[in-house]
């Protein structure tokens, strides 16, 4: 206890040293990082988990306290965002927004979004409509980090207020500024998806798993963000424990790739594949047929091929969508000259419109396919005949949730 009020002012309540007061921030904020991937994000944006009643509350109750942020709010927010990806309407695309704007004005981004109380409606259906939430959490937001001001004051005194601001800057920066900023912008991508989500690092641990955000965009609706051998979702490791613990039950997760051997066409089990992971076929041409060649190509062609910008040669991955007007008629230049490039940019391109269309004809969309690596087999494109061969073999590997 303090001496005098001066010392309670200095230290509060707990006369905690530096030490203590850091270790006290590190748990907070990473409980709050916590609250919003496991259960705004995970659980109520994307239905990927359920948690226990007591511990779906518990997340709420953090998130009112420590940023004021609305559950049916950033719900609404983060599906749009899904919705209308790098888009105009998406709500903090860099491509639209500027990297700038969205790693230092995310909090403002976020106000215009939640103004937006048509999308509100229209994107935050089925999130917590109980008296607690119409009666405390929604209409007083802004109470639960005022009072939590004057927690982290009693406790600590003026490094306590110190404390809280850093607190209330944590979301802001971390989630509305380097997952929504450069988690669009910088980084590696294991799927071509249609946008231009990155992981930011393959362990991810310092924002809840949120770093693997090129995943989550390619299976939005998988509750596990790690999708490769090297890669943690500290996120997922605390679902794990809490769903051991019968705290949690997980809904869904990515599906694995399989690629059998020996299969002569594509048939049903190639077409629930392709259609589930349509991100991943489109990478794996990238990877076993265009940069083949493109490495090919530079060994005949010497320092013309070399010398070619980098983001033009990655822009073959997705077909130049990303390029602006004078850049794409840069990689058209490129492509027209080269009579083999061309025609593997042409198979990617009719490949990526048998994936994408949304027919309900089934044996249609596995006919085209069919037809797409009979006519890839036929190419002479060594490359481009492998590929075919590996595409037929496409198989779902069903995912364990337990």
């Known amino acids: 206890m303090p001496a005098t009020f001066l010392d309670f002012l200095a230290t509060g309540l707990t006369g905690a040293g530096w030490g203590t007061i850091v270790l006290y921030f590190l748990a907070v904020t990473q409980l709050t990082i916590f609250a919003v991937t496991l259960y705004l994000h995970r659980s109520q944006a994307h239905r990927a988990v359920d948690f226990h009643p007591a511990v779906a509350h518990v997340f709420r109750f953090w998130t009112w306290l420590t940023t004021s942020m609305i559950t049916k709010e950033w719900a609404a927010i983060h599906r749009k965002h ?44 089925g999130c917590p409509d109980d008296w607690i939430e ?60 249609h946008d231009t989500a990155t992981n930011l690092t393959p362990w991810g641990v310092w924002v809840g798993g949120e770093e693997l955000h090129n995943n989550h965009h390619a299976f939005p609706s998988s509750a596990k963000f790690a999708l490769r051998k090297f890669e943690f979702d500290i996120g997922w490791a605390a679902i794990r424990m809490l769903s051991a613990l019968k705290l949690a039950k997980v809904l869904r997760v990515a599906p694995s790739l399989d690629v059998r051997p020996n299969i002569s066409m594509p048939d049903a089990e190639t077409l629930k594949a392709l259609l589930s992971h349509r991100f991943q076929a489109m990478t794996d041409y990238y990877r076993h047929v265009m940069l083949p060649t493109l490495r090919e190509e530079a060994a005949h062609a010497g320092d013309s091929l070399r010398n070619v ?83 037929r073999g496409y198989a779902l590997v069903p995912a364990r949730i337990g």
């Open 82 to 125: 899904h919705a209308k990806c790098e888009t105009e309407e998406d709500p903090h695309s860099p491509q639209f927004k500027g990297i700038r704007t969205v790693m230092w004005r995310g909090v403002e981004l976020y106000r215009e979004a939640r103004a937006d109380r048509e999308s509100i409606e229209k994107y935050g259906k």
């Open 134 to 193: 119409r009666r405390l959490y929604t209409p007083h937001a802004t109470l639960g980090p005022v009072l939590l001001l004057f927690v982290s004051f009693a406790l600590f005194g003026f490094a306590g207020v110190a404390v809280w601001a850093l607190q209330m800057l944590w979301i802001p920066f971390w989630a509305a500024g380097v997952i929504n900023g450069l988690g669009h912008w910088w980084g590696y991508r294991n799927f071509e998806t």
């Open 309 to 391: 910008p980098r983001r033009l040669r990655k822009a073959l991955a997705d077909g130049g969508r990303w390029l602006d007007h004078d850049a794409r008629a840069d990689l058209q230049g490129l492509v027209q000259h080269r009579p083999r490039l061309a025609t593997l940019v042409e198979f990617r391109a009719r490949l990526s419109v048998v994936l994408e269309e949304r027919s309900h004809d089934a044996s249609a969309t596995l006919h085209r396919i069919q037809d797409w690596c009979h006519e890839a087999e036929a190419s002479g494109i060594k490359a481009l005949q492998e590929f075919a061969a590996r595409l």
